[in-house]
C-alpha cells in the first residue's frame, strides 16, 4: 500500500527525470521528447516502487526484466537508469553523441539494459521469452514491456500476444502508453486501433486501464497484474504526448524534433 510520503516521492523523481530528459536531448540536439516524457511515471513506478532489481549487480539473476519495446524513447530510460545508479547521472550529457554508449535506441552494454531496441514490435516477443525462461528455470522473476500505441499496428505485437496467452504467462505484464500520437500523426487517422482494450481481452489478457499520471492507479494496476493467476496482464496507461511541457503536449511535432539549446530555460521553467 502506498503512502503520501511514497506518493510525493514519487512526484519528485518524475518532475526530475523530465528535466533530465530535457536536458540530455537539448545538448544533444536530437531525439525524441514526446513519447519519452509520456510515459514517465510508468517507468518511475516500476523501477523505484516495483520491480526487483539491483543496479550494484545488474546481471543478478533473480531480478525483474524490463524491455522498452518503443526504443526511440531511450532517454527516459536513460534518465531512470541513471537516477536508479546504473551510470552516473553526468553520463546522460553524452545522449547521441559519438562513442558515447547512449545511442538514440538502447544498446546492449549499458548497465541495466536486457536487450537492444529500435525496430517496433520486437519487445512484446522478448518479453515471452523471458518469461518463459523463467517459469522453466523456476524463477521468482517477473517481465516488463513498455509499447507504443502506434506500436500496435505492428503484426507481432498481436502474435507474441497470441503466445503469451497459450502459455499462460502470468509472469507478464506489458504496459501500453497510449498518448494516441505516432510519428506522423494521430493513431486513430493513421491506423485506428479501438476499440484496444477489447483486442487485448479477445486474445485473453488481463485488461487494466489506468491514468498515466496517477500514482495510486499505476501502483494499484501493477499490484493486480502481480495477483492475477494463469494469463499475462496489459496495462493501458491513458497518457499525453509530451506531458509536462504545455507546448509540446499532444504535438506531432514533438514526437522526434528536441528542444533548442537556447530556448532550453523556457522547457524548464515549466516543470516548476
Known amino acids: 500500500m502506498e503512502t503520501a510520503q511514497e506518493i510525493v516521492r514519487l512526484k519528485e523523481l518524475a518532475r526530475n527525470t523530465r528535466k533530465l530528459i530535457l536536458e540530455s536531448l537539448a545538448e544533444a540536439g536530437s531525439g525524441h521528447p514526446g513519447g519519452s516524457l509520456s510515459a514517465v511515471e510508468l517507468l518511475v513506478t516500476l523501477y523505484f516502487h516495483v520491480m526487483r532489481h539491483e543496479p550494484k549487480d545488474p546481471k ?16 527516459l530510460l536513460y534518465s531512470i537508469l541513471a537516477q536508479a ?74 502474435e507474441a500476444a497470441m503466445a503469451a496467452s497459450k502459455y499462460r504467462l502470468d509472469n507478464l505484464t506489458a504496459i501500453i502508453d497510449r498518448n ?24 485473453n489478457w488481463n485488461v487494466i486501464e489506468v491514468d498515466g499520471y496517477d500514482f495510486s492507479q499505476i501502483i494499484d494496476g501493477f499490484d493486480l497484474a502481480a495477483s492475477t493467476k ?28 528536441p528542444p533548442a539549446k537556447d530556448k532550453l530555460s523556457d522547457f524548464l521553467s515549466e516543470l516548476k
Request: glycine residues 14%; hydrophobic residues 35%.
Open 60 to 75: 543478478w539473476a533473480d531480478r525483474d526484466r524490463f524491455f522498452l519495446s518503443k526504443g526511440h524513447a531511450a532517454p
Open 85 to 158: 545508479g546504473y551510470f552516473p547521472v553526468e553520463e546522460l550529457m553524452t545522449l547521441r553523441k559519438m562513442g558515447s554508449r547512449l545511442q538514440g535506441h538502447p544498446s546492449m552494454g549499458i548497465p541495466g539494459i536486457e536487450a537492444p531496441a529500435g525496430s517496433e514490435g520486437i519487445g512484446l516477443s522478448l518479453g515471452v521469452g523471458t518469461s518463459l525462461a523463467a517459469r522453466l528455470d523456476r524463477k521468482p522473476s517477473r517481465t516488463y514491456v513498455l509499447m507504443g500505441d502506434g506500436e500496435q499496428q505492428e503484426g507481432q505485437i498481436w
Open 180 to 203: 494516441g500520437i505516432q510519428q506522423d500523426g494521430l493513431t486513430e487517422q493513421i491506423m485506428p486501433l479501438e476499440p484496444l482494450a477489447a483486442k487485448w481481452r479477445a486474445f
Open 230 to 257: 494463469n494469463r499475462p496482464t496489459v496495462i493501458i496507461a491513458h497518457t499525453v504526448k509530451g506531458k509536462g511541457i504545455s507546448f509540446m503536449e499532444w504535438s506531432p511535432h514533438y514526437h522526434g524534433t
